[in-house]
């Protein structure tokens, strides 16, 4: 083939169906294709730093708490992923996963690096996928990016409440067996002899009542994965017994004889100091170090109020009929964001579940946000209606949930009258109607 008749660098590029650039050590932009140019909107980009283009900032990202595939790829001389935020050319945030490569000239010297964007048009809307946009949480991702298509151990650390299941479950979805089985177990709901026989299975006659051979997790998620809860409550005993198994791939069975193979992704996680433990005695170092291949921070949502408004999102669209209370009022968002959360992103879930629970298909106010610490109490108190003053307060106040006793009592004050006893226990009729659905199949 004549020279003249080979395809230029740019007729190549243009090849990519995402947006595509070239970028030197100086995070100078030097080529790019025509879908680069069109998803950023700007005319000319070659000869810009790539960081003012996506990122809309004077600086470079890794000044900004995230991930730079820039300074990864020309460190290491390696092929990277990352998740980040990039504005498009209407200035609009959005998620795209970045995929960077190295670009060699001819004497082998590394020279530029080649980088796709490819973006996560349903980022929030997907339940398997992480909700949120501040730095902690994007430098968070950019680390499970890394790790998820690996085999490697990853311990997930973090208070209660922060989803550690949730990332887990991101971990195992973005594997390279993400259609294998996702398989947990919650080291803090059982009693050692529980746990072991959970985890590694049991033979038949191993103990009184094993009538049967069982299967442990480990053999149920063969091909997969086995998340490990609380793995810091693990007796000491069964420890020993679990290093084993990581560090052979073999297991035995209570009251077995033989070894038997698995291939699985274990995914650790705790709210407790692992290390102090160590040194404690009740968690034992060689498993430590074999744990801790690959730790996370998983943030607390104090670290990331920024990801708040997402997240009451987020929730309001999984609750029945939550889509009717959006969008919240910048007085709820502000009473929302002005908390710290010591229960984390399950209790922010509990005071918005709460808040439609009162609201009962009217706006949510900021008097519908009730926090606990505010009356020291978990009780909630519902206003009576005016005309309907009477001995029967009893009924005002409730937990997060009517009981039988409650529904029966408000109808029969109010003769059967479906919507007088609504009013009365403050939900909407169509919810008491599912009440009373309830109670009829009970």
């Not at 200035?91 to 082998?108: C, F, H, R, T």
């Not at 992103?345 to 706006?363: D, F, K, Q, S």
């Amino acid at each position: 083939m004549n020279k003249e008749n080979k395809p230029s660098c740019e007729q190549i590029m243009n090849l990519f169906p995402s947006p595509f650039v070239v970028i030197d050590s100086n995070y100078t932009i030097v080529a790019s294709n025509q879908h680069y140019v069109e998803h950023f909107g700007e005319a000319n980009v070659i000869g810009q730093k790539c960081y003012k283009i996506s990122h809309h900032s004077d600086v470079p990202c890794s000044q900004n708490g995230e991930i730079c595939p820039l300074e990864a790829v020309f460190s290491k001389g390696e092929a990277t992923e990352v998740m980040h935020v990039h504005y498009d050319k209407d200035g609009q945030q959005e998620y795209v996963q970045l995929k960077a490569m190295p670009i060699y000239d001819a004497s082998g010297e590394l020279k530029y690096m080649g980088e796709l964007a490819q973006p996560v048009d349903d980022y929030e809307d997907s339940g398997a996928l992480l909700i949120g946009r501040s730095r902690s949480i994007m430098r968070m991702i950019s680390l499970l990016q890394r790790v998820a298509p690996t085999q490697s151990i990853v311990l997930l650390q973090g208070e209660s409440g922060v989803g550690k299941e949730c990332v887990a479950q991101y971990v195992h979805q973005y594997s390279n067996n993400p259609k294998g089985p996702f398989v947990v177990i919650d080291c803090s709901n059982l009693g050692e002899t529980l746990i072991e026989s959970e985890l590694f299975g049991y033979e038949k006659g191993a103990f009184t009542g094993a009538n049967s051979r069982k299967l442990g997790l480990f053999e149920s998620a063969q091909g997969g994965t086995l998340f490990i809860d609380e793995i810091g409550e693990l007796p000491l005993p069964l420890q020993s017994k679990l290093l084993r198994v990581l560090e052979t791939g073999t297991l035995r069975r209570v009251g077995g004889t033989e070894y038997i193979n698995v291939g699985v992704r274990v995914i650790a996680a705790t709210h407790r100091n692992l290390k102090q433990m160590v040194e404690d005695g009740s968690f034992r170092r060689d498993l430590y170090y074999r744990l801790a291949a690959f730790p996370v921070h998983i943030p607390s949502l104090r670290e990331r109020t920024d990801d708040i408004f997402l997240l009451s999102q987020h929730f309001l669209n999984q609750f029945e009929d939550g889509r009717q209370y959006l969008p919240l009022s910048a007085e709820v968002i502000e009473k929302l964001m002005s908390y710290d959360y010591p229960g984390n992103v399950r209790e922010l879930r509990n005071i918005l579940e709460r808040a439609v629970i009162l609201a009962a298909g009217t706006t949510i106010t900021v008097d519908y946000v009730i926090i606990e610490n505010e009356s020291g109490s978990e009780e909630l108190v519902l206003n009576q209606p005016q005309e309907k003053k009477s001995d029967d307060h009893l009924l005002l106040r409730r937990r997060h949930q009517l009981n039988t006793d409650q529904v029966i009592e408000a109808l029969r004050l109010n003769n059967g009258h479906r919507k007088k006893a609504a009013e009365m226990l403050g939900v909407s009729e169509r919810t008491l109607y599912r009440y009373v659905q309830e109670i009829n199949k009970a």
